[in-house]
């Protein structure tokens, strides 16, 4: 038996971080979580320790909890940082939401290690900074996203001048058959029905916005290193066909199997290997009986658009763009704007900003705050 | 631009072979023949040989406007077994139909030559040889079947080790929604009339029984070593999903394409590399709108379950399952058996017959003709 992969779970309290440690609990040894890095749940992040007992640990707050599991478990308080560059550690699992994932998975990059990335936000904001921490120190970067997963293991094997076109499958998010009237009047609580993956509530909005689906598409060009031109979405209500890559010679490959984020999680672990066992049910096709397909409908669902477009422009459109998302969201889910005034709040920052091509990291979180500032200060009306 | 790869078409008249020579023509200049192997159609290698001008020549039939074509292009007449050996051959692609493609296909893997394989018979008789002659000359298999060409691309870049189940699709053919009381009725004209697939006759019945599908068990246990108890079917009707891998992890890869067999044969001539373009119309998901699947019936479509058995005992048994398949679709076609008949005939041949294990080509060939013998002679009424 080898020795234990030994894993940093940043975000270990977050949705994709506790399926992070489940998959590590039963992978029978093959992996160890040797630094964990939590969120604002430090009693869940204590439990973790106590059950894990970790080398690093890392928190945003302090409890009398927490401070005695860390020391039961004889654990090292550090910064995120530390840990995404410690030279005990394998491999990093970036699953912090928002620009808190940006820096390790920087840090982490140019100390040349594996990072499993399940942060949107550091590519949609940073991708031409990830690339490039990438060729300075040789560090790699492996999808966690269900999506990126797929068309990760679709490229195995081929040759990345024959990519024609990747193509994302989109579920639709919880709206999917809703007319734009209906839209309208939709309500926080209706958007956090998600029909088919259990997660965070930022996210299951942007589901149903596509603007989840928006920012996948900029997130494949920076993994995949390939023009917004050659990304689509097709919609694909089962999320059984987890994403496909259409070849030069018209071949097309897909990835499918039960959703269940613990696959490419694992993967994202085990890579090159693939791990010996599954971590989710098996797929039988027969019982599903069908997979449907369609195309996104962007009068519907404008994000998909705005996002595409703000790929295509690149610079600091898709940070600011992100960081209107973000802020509309939280004024949905506090009933501040209708879902309908998502997308008009995101257009409206998007125009008043001049995109800074190429920009340094102060640059992003510049245009990202300014976004923000702009996101929250436009009255609903106005932003149509 | 480099040297054109310098290709043998054995079976050059056949449906396979003209579609080959359709991707040859197309290929600017990447792909030559160099050799031609026809059939009973001399009128039509004659033609081919005007158009192609190879080097080689091999016929089964000798005519007037063949020898003027043969001299016209300054070709020379030789067997096809040359053919296969001769060192001005790149790729040797082996779509003759039976027992006739055993000899080149042993050949050119002793030679050390990639054989592009679209002859069934050859793997299901004699897999083992194959196998054998592979090892022994270093030659490499390139499946041409569609089925097979998307497990090949499914399992690149992959580990051998870590395939847990080859899954075949199957449009399920002409007859796959008729009761038993239907199949009992079904004419050789209806059963020439297949849905999807442009084929030859005993093919296109073999697909309406699954006879097909059971001898691509056989073929994928050969081309990708694996028993056949990791080999599977499911029905997919749309015959959009070429067939399907599932690794070790649960997870699933599929290859997808608009139906066309010049897909398959080119990437055969092409590997490692895709050709730069399709050789058909690209695949648009979302107007396809639905994939069905289901579980094949073997109780209405016995000649799966006696093909999967037929592999799973291996030595002679698949040999004289063909042998009595192809003897028993003769005479359906000429209207002696029913279509229900044809499963029966088989399994009475098959229960006569005492497999040989490892055989000789010599025990192959023995026991393929001492099956037709058997199959010719059995009375619909006894089969029962």
């Known amino acids: 038996m080898n020795d234990p ?43 973790q320790v106590a059950a894990f007992r970790p080398r690093y640990v890392s928190s945003v707050v302090q409890t009398e909890g927490l401070s005695e599991a ?21 491999v990093v699992l970036v699953s912090t939401a928002g620009a808190a994932g940006l820096h390790p998975t920087l840090a982490a990059l140019r100390a040349g290690k594996p990072v499993a990335i399940a942060n949107k936000e550091v590519l949609v904001m940073a ?45 639709g998010g919880a709206f999917r058959d809703y007319s734009l009237e209906q839209l309208a009047t939709v309500t926080p609580e209706q958007a956090l029905d998600h029909p088919t ?16 689906k928006g920012m996948e598409t900029i997130e494949a060009m920076w993994l995949f290193d390939v023009p917004m031109t050659a990304v689509d979405v097709v919609l694909h209500r089962e999320s059984i066909v987890h994403s496909l890559v259409e070849f ?44 449907h397909f369609g195309k996104p409908d962007v009068e519907r669902f404008p994000c998909l658009r705005i996002a595409m477009d703000a790929g295509r422009i690149g610079g600091t459109a898709p940070a600011v763009m992100a960081a209107a998302d973000e802020v ?48 929250a200060a436009i009255a609903p009306g106005v932003a149509a």
């Open 5 to 47: 992969l030994r894993v940093a779970v940043l975000g270990s309290t977050g949705s994709i971080g506790r399926q992070a440690l489940d998959v590590i609990a039963r992978s029978g040894g093959r992996f160890e979580a040797v630094a964990l890095a939590g969120g604002e749940n430090a009693s869940l992040l204590a439990e």
């Open 70 to 90: 860390v020391e039961a478990a004889g654990a090292e308080v550090v910064e995120p940082e530390a840990i995404a560059i410690a030279p005990d550690i394998d």
């Open 127 to 171: 991708g031409h900074l990830v690339r490039q921490a990438m060729s300075e120190g040789g560090g790699e970067l492996r999808p966690v996203d269900s999506e990126h997963s797929a068309i990760w293991q679709c490229l195995w094997g081929e040759s990345h001048a024959r990519i024609r076109r990747i193509i994302l499958t989109a579920s």
């Open 197 to 212: 993956w259990k997660m965070g509530r930022k996210i299951t909005v942007d589901s149903a916005t596509l603007m989840n």
């Open 248 to 291: 030069s010679d018209g071949s097309v490959k897909a990835q499918l199997g039960v959703p269940d984020m613990r696959l490419p999680i694992q993967l994202a672990l085990s890579f090159p290997e693939r791990a010996p066992e599954p971590p989710m049910p098996l797929l039988d096709l027969a019982t599903v009986g069908a997979l």
């Open 328 to 375: 509309a969201v939280e004024r949905f889910l506090r009933h501040e704007l209708r879902f309908v005034d998502i997308p008009r709040v995101i257009e409206s920052v998007l125009e008043r900003h001049s995109p800074i091509a190429n920009p340094t990291l102060e640059e992003v979180l510049g245009a990202d705050a300014e976004a923000r500032r702009l996101a």
